[in-house]
């Protein structure tokens, strides 16, 4: 891969660093258009990121028009967090995404902050013109000049409308439309959906401790429904970024209504994570199924991914009813370090976008993530991995000519004689840094081993200071191992997405060589194939 990035590093030393008080964050100057090559190193290849600059959350994902939206939390004048702007891109495919103009710009009632987005189908709002239904975007306005001050209600929520599928955006002269009556420090990102059976708008907001429910006839007048939360889930952070919504479960005709919160910090490998709740919603109030009751009682939760870096997962709305998937995305890192990696031109990219089903599983019900069936449009030449007994290390480079820096790779092993056996994907290179990624029968976890894998001196204390781990939930004798690896990252989907992790890596140089482990004993590769991926940017 070419390295472009010599230039630009004395670019920014001439420039200086200069500080920033927003949020404590260091800020640095950003490269001009014209030294992007989108090649640079850590650059992931077939993931969302921006040009240039700082992203954080995905925001305000729609379908519209054949169109699948990906607004994102972005600050344009620098490649470190500072006032949020919302970035465009749109996907056809939901695998090659187009760069678009900053659609939202901080004004004189805040930065604009995370929210949702909508097609207004009946033209509530009367935003719609020519017949046609606007599209509307609801976000938190963040004032801070009101949080320097130590005012407690800096955070309101606002709505801006598009007549012209997402290019352009006009603000409500009204906003805000929620303001903060009850002076909540934390009162933000928005999540509007339509429910049909009380024929109304709701949004959920989170709100510190808890969620909280609002309903409106025309997502400008807003009251208070009902809140949730504060008896359940892990509270070991602030709750941010919640989405509400209705989904089948897998095999019957019954339908639950899921919850996602997010939480920084307090993730199940410390930091921002995304947990759920399953239950149903009447238009008014979320309730707790009891069958999930006991894993997300206080203190305990379910968690979407178990990886150090999903955090700020949300769906898209509007897919069409024919498709029928509930679709999400999250930003692929962790606050813990998000500011620090070490990217110059950008910072941070989204994860893949990713499938739901809602399970009855025997320990319950739970979430399945998949990856979306479109990126198999990404596969280049694929290899086909004999079956075999592994002991040790088997070199797939060396036997097949795989290169695993942009790759995807599906595995199964036998675990009927398993015991004792650490079974694993190790990426190298000819620095001799390592990243394994696989299962540990010993323990029945699933671990990532970043701690040999290239820089991690940004974050000494947080980044790579032990495996990551997560529970096997499934007993299955099969384990189903679906890999991604691009760049500077891995997302794994175990048995068939009971059990997702997603996880960073900096190596100085990139990954070029792959092995498959098994440690301890013995597993016999039952089916494996791997692909070289192609990258998405011109
Ligand atoms: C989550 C978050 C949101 C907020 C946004 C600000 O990562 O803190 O709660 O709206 O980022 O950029």
Same mark, same amino acid.
């Given at each position: 891969?070419?390295?472009?990035?010599?230039?630009?590093?004395?670019?920014?030393?001439?420039?200086?660093?200069?500080?920033?008080?927003?949020?404590?964050?260091?800020?640095?100057?950003?490269?001009?258009?014209?030294?992007?090559?989108?090649?640079e190193q850590h650059r992931p290849q077939f993931h969302f990121s921006p040009a240039a600059h700082w992203m954080n959350d995905p925001n305000g994902?729609?379908?519209?028009?054949?169109?699948?939206?990906?607004?994102?939390?972005?600050?344009?004048?620098?490649?470190?967090?500072?006032?949020?702007?919302?970035?465009?891109?749109?996907?056809?495919?939901?695998?090659?995404?187009?760069?678009?103009?900053?659609?939202?710009?901080?004004?004189?009632?805040?930065?604009?902050?995370?929210?949702?987005?909508?097609?207004?189908?009946?033209?509530?709002?009367?935003?719609?013109?020519?017949?046609?239904?606007?599209?509307?975007?609801?976000?938190?306005?963040?004032?801070?000049?009101?949080?320097?001050?130590?005012?407690?209600?800096?955070?309101?929520?606002?709505?801006?409308?598009?007549?012209?599928?997402?290019?352009?955006?006009?603000?409500?002269?009204?906003?805000?439309?929620?303001?903060?009556?009850?002076?909540?420090?934390?009162?933000?990102?928005?999540?509007?959906?339509?429910?049909?059976?009380?024929?109304?708008?709701?949004?959920? $907001?989170?709100?510190?401790?808890?969620?909280?429910?609002?309903?409106?006839?025309?997502?400008?007048?807003?009251?208070? =429904?009902?809140?949730?939360?504060?008896?359940?889930?892990?509270?070991?952070?602030?709750?941010?970024?919640?989405?509400?919504?209705?989904?089948?479960?897998?095999?019957?005709?019954?339908?639950?209504?899921?919850?996602?919160?997010?939480?920084?910090?307090?993730?199940?490998?410390?930091?921002?994570?995304?947990?759920?709740?399953?239950?149903?919603?009447?238009?008014?109030?979320?309730?707790?199924?009891?069958?999930?009751?006991?894993?997300?009682?206080?203190?305990?939760?379910?968690?979407?991914?178990?990886?150090?870096?999903?955090?700020?997962?949300?769906?898209?709305?509007?897919?069409?009813?024919?498709?029928?998937?509930?679709?999400?995305?999250?930003?692929?890192?962790?606050?813990?370090? &998000?500011?620090?990696?070490?990217?110059?031109?950008?910072?941070?990219?989204?994860? $893949?976008?990713?499938?739901?089903?809602?399970?009855?599983?025997?320990?319950?019900?739970?979430?399945?993530?998949?990856?979306?069936?479109?990126?198999?449009?990404?596969?280049?030449?694929?290899?086909?991995?004999?079956?075999?007994?592994?002991?040790?290390?088997?070199?797939?480079?060396?036997?097949?000519?795989?290169?695993?820096?942009?790759?995807?790779?599906? $595995?199964?092993?036998?675990?009927?004689? &398993?015991?004792?056996?650490?079974?694993?994907?190790? $990426?190298?290179? &000819?620095?001799?840094?390592?990243?394994?990624?696989?299962?540990?029968?010993?323990?029945?976890?699933?671990?990532?081993?970043?701690?040999?894998?290239?820089?991690?001196?940004?974050?000494?204390?947080?980044?790579?200071?032990? =495996?990551?781990?997560?529970?096997?939930?499934?007993?299955?004798?099969?384990?189903?191992?679906?890999?991604?690896?691009?760049?500077?990252?891995?997302?794994?989907?175990?048995?068939?997405?009971?059990?997702?992790?997603?996880?960073?890596?900096?190596?100085?140089?990139?990954?070029?060589?792959?092995?498959?482990?098994?440690?301890?004993?013995?597993?016999?590769?039952?089916?494996?194939?791997?692909?070289?991926?192609?990258?998405?940017?011109?």
């Amino acid at each position: 891969m070419m390295r472009n990035n010599t230039l630009f590093v004395l670019f920014l030393g001439a420039c200086g660093l200069f500080l920033f008080a927003c949020k404590g964050k260091v800020e640095t100057p950003a490269a001009p258009a014209t030294m992007l090559t989108n090649t640079e190193q850590h650059r992931p290849q077939f993931h969302f990121s921006p040009a240039a600059h700082w992203m954080n959350d995905p925001n305000g994902m729609v379908f519209y028009e054949g169109e699948y939206h990906l607004f994102y939390q972005y600050y344009p004048d620098s490649s470190v967090w500072g006032p949020m702007h919302w970035g465009h891109a749109v996907s056809t495919d939901l695998a090659h995404w187009e760069h678009l103009p900053i659609a939202l710009y901080p004004d004189s009632l805040g930065f604009i902050f995370s929210g949702s987005a909508v097609i207004d189908w009946n033209n509530t709002t009367g935003f719609g013109k020519d017949g046609k239904p606007p599209m509307v975007a609801m976000f938190t306005l963040h004032n801070m000049p009101k949080e320097k001050a130590g005012q407690k209600d800096c955070e309101t929520q606002g709505i801006a409308y598009s007549n012209d599928r997402g290019r352009t955006w006009t603000k409500f002269s009204g906003n805000p439309v929620i303001s903060n009556p009850e002076k909540d420090r934390d009162f933000r990102d928005p999540k509007v959906i339509w429910v049909e059976n009380s024929k109304q708008w709701v949004v959920t $907001l989170a709100v510190g401790d808890h969620t909280e429910f609002w309903g409106s006839p025309d997502l400008k007048k807003w009251e208070h =429904l009902s809140d949730f939360g504060k008896e359940y889930g892990v509270h070991a952070g602030v709750w941010e970024c919640p989405d509400l919504f209705p989904i089948k479960v897998e095999g019957t005709g019954e339908q639950r209504w899921v919850l996602f919160v997010n939480i920084n910090p307090g993730g199940p490998n410390g930091g921002s994570a995304t947990q759920y709740f399953i239950g149903n919603f009447d238009g008014k109030t979320f309730t707790l199924d009891p069958d999930v009751a006991p894993a997300v009682a206080k203190g305990h939760a379910l968690w979407l991914d178990e990886g150090k870096d999903n955090y700020a997962s949300v769906s898209w709305s509007d897919v069409p009813k024919s498709d029928g998937r509930r679709l999400f995305i999250g930003w692929m890192s962790n606050w813990e370090y &998000a500011n620090k990696v070490p990217t110059t031109v950008w910072r941070n990219a989204a994860t $893949l976008p990713r499938s739901l089903t809602l399970n009855k599983t025997e320990a319950g019900y739970r979430l399945f993530a998949l990856p979306v069936k479109e990126l198999e449009a990404l596969r280049g030449k694929s290899y086909e991995i004999p079956k075999t007994e592994i002991s040790g290390l088997l070199d797939l480079s060396k036997n097949l000519g795989f290169s695993p820096a942009q790759s995807e790779m599906t $595995l199964e092993f036998d675990l009927t004689n &398993a015991a004792g056996t650490n079974l694993g994907v190790e $990426l190298s290179n &000819a620095k001799g840094e390592t990243y394994r990624i696989g299962y540990d029968a010993v323990k029945n976890q699933f671990y990532s081993d970043r701690t040999k894998a290239g820089d991690h001196a940004f974050s000494p204390e947080k980044f790579a200071t032990g =495996l990551h781990t997560a529970p096997r939930v499934s007993k299955d004798k099969t384990l189903r191992l679906h890999l991604f690896f691009d760049v500077a990252s891995v997302e794994l989907f175990a048995d068939n997405g009971a059990t997702v992790m997603t996880e960073l890596y900096f190596p100085s140089e990139d990954f070029n060589q792959v092995k498959l482990v098994a440690e301890g004993g013995k597993a016999p590769l039952t089916k494996g194939t791997a692909y070289q991926i192609q990258r998405i940017w011109k």
